[in-house]
């Protein structure tokens, strides 16, 4: 742990807070006296998603929504890869070893569209016990994805699994991640493999998404035959999908109106963020700035101190319903403004 904690902080190299072991696994704590107003940390994601319905309007580089508008510039002639401006689409596209990204994203939005009409989600038999059933599963997957290699191209394309929404949403999400970990060399991409991962928690949870996993993987193989083939493997497409279910960030709709109907975009991951716990009375305040996310400490803050985030989205909903929406991040609140409530 300890070497890893070393190699975290070098990596983020932060003046204002270091990672350390806390309470919740590791956390983050003020190096120095931090005053109120002071921004702590900023970064641009690892990885993101923007889900189907908004893939239009809210451009794919920098996240800018033009109020329900479709936006101008696009990917390919038909296809939904949209962009604000020329400069968002061309940044997008010069970036190295971009034409198997533009082209992953293409063929994905083709056959997400041909799979809705015939798409129908796999439901889960409430005879089975969901962690037998996902090592079953898992192992069918490893015995398949031996003949994949042995396939012709037109019977790969043949043998794509259909995709739905969550499919399609969450296939953009892990295929950044493969395509960083191919062509990229930044501080988020070094610091994914400190993140925790939850795909066990999450199917234990809702059984039927072992079957949605198990399409991402099959359509990822396929896809990325020839292309990755040595960072696409289950174990590890497994705890990409992992660990963007305990460490992703909502894409919301930022505006100065009430908080609580902001519109939800997508999601994205920045690991060098994923350190900051959460509290329901935070000393530190998260803003989408376009696609940099910037940590804010909304109040002075001590030497030693921990640093927390609001992981919800929160206005003033009461304890039960904040410990109902946390609990999708798979964990029990301990904060201090819980403890209080739930002591009075
Ligand atoms: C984004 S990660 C934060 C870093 C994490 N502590 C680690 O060790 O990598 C979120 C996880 O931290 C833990 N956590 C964060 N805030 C917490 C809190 N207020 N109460 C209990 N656990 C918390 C939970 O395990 C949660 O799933």
Redesign the pocket.
């Known amino acids: 742990m300890n070497e890893d904690i070393d190699a975290i902080n070098q990596e983020i190299g932060s003046v204002w807070f270091r990672v350390y ?7 983050c704590s003020a190096k120095t006296r931090i005053p109120c107003g002071q921004i702590v940390h900023s970064c641009r994601p690892l990885s993101s998603t923007i889900y189907a319905p908004y893939r239009k309007e809210v451009c794919f580089a920098c996240f800018n929504y033009e109020g329900g508008k479709s936006l101008k510039h696009r990917l390919g002639k038909k296809q939904f890869v949209y962009f604000c401006s020329e400069s968002c689409l061309n940044s997008f596209q010069s970036q190295q070893g971009q034409e198997q990204y533009v082209q992953f994203l293409l063929d994905l939005e083709a056959h997400y569209v041909k799979s809705l009409k015939k798409y129908q989600e796999r439901e889960f038999s409430a005879d089975k016990n969901a962690s037998d059933e996902s090592r079953v599963e898992w192992e069918r997957i490893e015995q398949w994805e031996k003949k994949v290699d042995q396939m012709k191209p037109s019977e790969r394309l043949r043998s794509l699994p259909d995709i739905g929404e969550t499919e399609y949403n969450e296939i953009k999400y892990v295929y950044g991640v493969l395509h960083q970990l191919a062509y990229g060399n930044s501080k988020e991409m070094h610091l994914l493999k ?3 991962s ?1 795909d066990d928690d999450k199917i234990s949870k809702y059984p039927e998404l072992l079957y949605v996993y198990n399409s991402i993987y099959k359509y990822i193989k396929l896809s990325t035959h020839g292309k990755l083939p040595s960072i696409v493997t289950t174990d590890y497409i497994r705890f990409i999908i992992g660990v963007s279910l ?2 992703s960030f909502g894409i919301w709709l930022e505006s100065d109106v009430n908080d609580v109907d902001k519109e939800l975009f997508g999601f994205s991951l920045c690991p060098s ?8 009375s935070p000393n530190v305040k998260k803003k989408r700035i376009g696609s940099e996310f910037v940590y804010t400490a909304v109040e002075d803050i001590e030497p030693d101190s921990d640093l ?1 985030i609001s ?1 919800g989205n929160f206005g003033d909903e009461d304890l039960k319903t904040r410990q109902s929406i ?1 609990s999708e ?7 201090t403004k ?1 403890a209080k409530e739930t002591q009075s």
């Open positions: 072991p806390s309470q919740y696994g590791k956390g400190y993140l925790q939850n305990c460490n963020a994923s350190f900051f716990n959460h509290s329901c927390y992981y946390l991040w798979f964990f029990h609140c301990g904060c819980c």
